[in-house]
């Protein structure tokens, strides 16, 4: 088996004072304004449903608003760690205040 190589030289092209082929460089570009974030105090909308389920509405902390449908009290108690780090401190005093008025329903 014979193997080839092929070598092919780079071939410099000469500019030496002419710039025309150069392009300008880009314009830099600025991301438009964020939209102001929704206030701070938005409340937590959390709604016991007939059949058991709870239902929580809320915007996190970020401005994303957010629905969710758990199975019972138990499983959204189950759930407040990680709801803790979506909402703000006085959002989050909320929702448990709600939670704790709910009890544990089945």
Same mark, same amino acid.
Request: with cysteine; glycine share 6%.
């Given at each position: 088996m014979i193997l080839a190589l092929g070598v092919s030289g780079c071939e410099r092209v000469?500019?030496?004072g002419d710039a025309s082929h150069l392009q300008a460089p880009p314009k830099p570009?600025?991301? =438009?304004?964020?939209a102001e974030l929704p206030p701070r105090d938005v409340p937590v909308a959390l709604t016991a449903n007939p059949d058991g389920t709870v239902h929580l509405r809320?915007?996190?902390r970020w401005g994303a608003t957010t629905e969710a449908t758990y199975e019972s009290v138990d499983f959204l108690k189950r759930?407040? =760690?990680?709801?803790e780090r979506a909402l703000t401190a006085p959002q989050?005093?909320?929702?448990q205040k709600s939670v704790g008025?709910?009890?544990s329903v089945r």
């Amino acid at each position: 088996m014979i193997l080839a190589l092929g070598v092919s030289g780079c071939e410099r092209v000469k500019t030496e004072g002419d710039a025309s082929h150069l392009q300008a460089p880009p314009k830099p570009v600025s991301a =438009p304004a964020r939209a102001e974030l929704p206030p701070r105090d938005v409340p937590v909308a959390l709604t016991a449903n007939p059949d058991g389920t709870v239902h929580l509405r809320y915007v996190d902390r970020w401005g994303a608003t957010t629905e969710a449908t758990y199975e019972s009290v138990d499983f959204l108690k189950r759930a407040l =760690p990680t709801l803790e780090r979506a909402l703000t401190a006085p959002q989050f005093s909320e929702l448990q205040k709600s939670v704790g008025s709910l009890g544990s329903v089945r």
